[in-house]
């Protein structure tokens, strides 16, 4: 299969063509397309949105997307939860963490094998996101779909995944993501025969670039390692089935065509694919432990100043450097919502318990921080410069609580002893010595 081409940059205004002189030049809408094509634009922020937010492309495409089969037939998937949701279940808050999903043995296809683990704020107010796992077989062949409900960040944890949108086609593996906007048709492959990882689903305002402050115009996520395809397009007349999302609910219609086919486009509401190795992390280098907002690849503004609807970060290998410092995370309490997964290796706060494929729930006000191993290594460890190697979580994290669904609560995946990682942590005050740590302490 000949190589995929991505076009580099953040955000850009981009035009792609996979014929020559499919896409018009000097105007949106020619009296008569070349090739016949239809033009049509997909708008992703409303016509009047300032600039820098305004968001639209125009696809030149063999047939409108309004010609489907007819209705849009009520359709189940009743796996895929949508905030609002306060399923019934008789898990409390607590700190959660769960165990790999398990991989389907039945044959499944992408839409039908994402399972919501918890949901956040209201889809009808375009704010919060749900977070999800997908685990899948099996490849959409001739079923299409779209989301009206948010965006779709997919963050894979095993196996490469081919992406057919609209507006190209996307590969993605392991240590890669890649953002699905809302409302773009696409249908998924799994290129390793199965496919596992987890999915942010933002209802609000899209995925951008955090600001970087005094760290200056470089690092971080930089724009030119996002990547959107070129255009690609299907000219395939067979009975398809475009499944929709829709306000939480699913529909379904018939089409005689595929919907994936988009000849030549323009313009900067697009998917795109990142690289997380490109991520180029910026840290404590004298002391102490900063904040996780510094690993932010992508935050989702909710309107109120420095408090995201969702941010994406990661916890990417790294070197250590601080002196004198407590280097892993910090206990902590925090009014945001906390919901991690690993992609590979081990994370700096759990020693144990926390493997490739699982998730952690870290609810609004809900403490956590390392588990006592950590505690104690992190607390004696000669701090040497140390290369942490082997480690890619990361963690959707919202202003909104997450609601767990009632498949999270009970699942059996569920770690019921998960707070016991912290009961060893024992009493060390004394009351009455100041200063270092009792030699009897630092060995226990
Ligand atoms: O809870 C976690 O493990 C995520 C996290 C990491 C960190 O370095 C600081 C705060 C935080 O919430
Ligand atoms: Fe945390």
Redesign the pocket.
Known sequence: MAALHYMPGFGNDFETESLPGALPQGQNSPQRCAYGLYAEQLSGSPFTAPRGINERSWLYRIRPSVKHGGRFAPARRDHWKTAPNLDDHELPIGQLRWNPTPMPKEPVNFIDGIRTMTTAGDVHGQAGMAAHVYAFNSDMVDDYFFNADGELLLVPERGRLRIFTEMGIIEVEPSEICVIPRGMMVKVAALDGEARGYICENYGAKFSLPDRGPIGANCLANPRDFKTPVAAYEDKEVPCRLHVKWCGKFYETTLDHSPLDVVAWHGNYAPYKYDLRTFSPVGAILFD????SI?TVLTAPSGEEGTANVDF?I?PPRWLVAEHSFR???Y?R?I?S?F?GLVYGQ????EEGFVPGGM?L?NMMLP???DAMGFNKASTVDLKPQRLENTL?F?F?TRFPQHLTRFAAELDSLQDNYADCWKDLKKRFNGTVAGDWPEEAKNT
Do not use: I, L, R, T
């Not at 994370?347 to 759990?350: C, G, P, R, T």
């Open positions: 432990h900063p904040d996780p690993f970060v916890f892993p995370p910090w902590h925090n945001m906390e991690m994370y700096d706060a759990k952690s870290h956590h921080g390392p979580a963690m994290e």
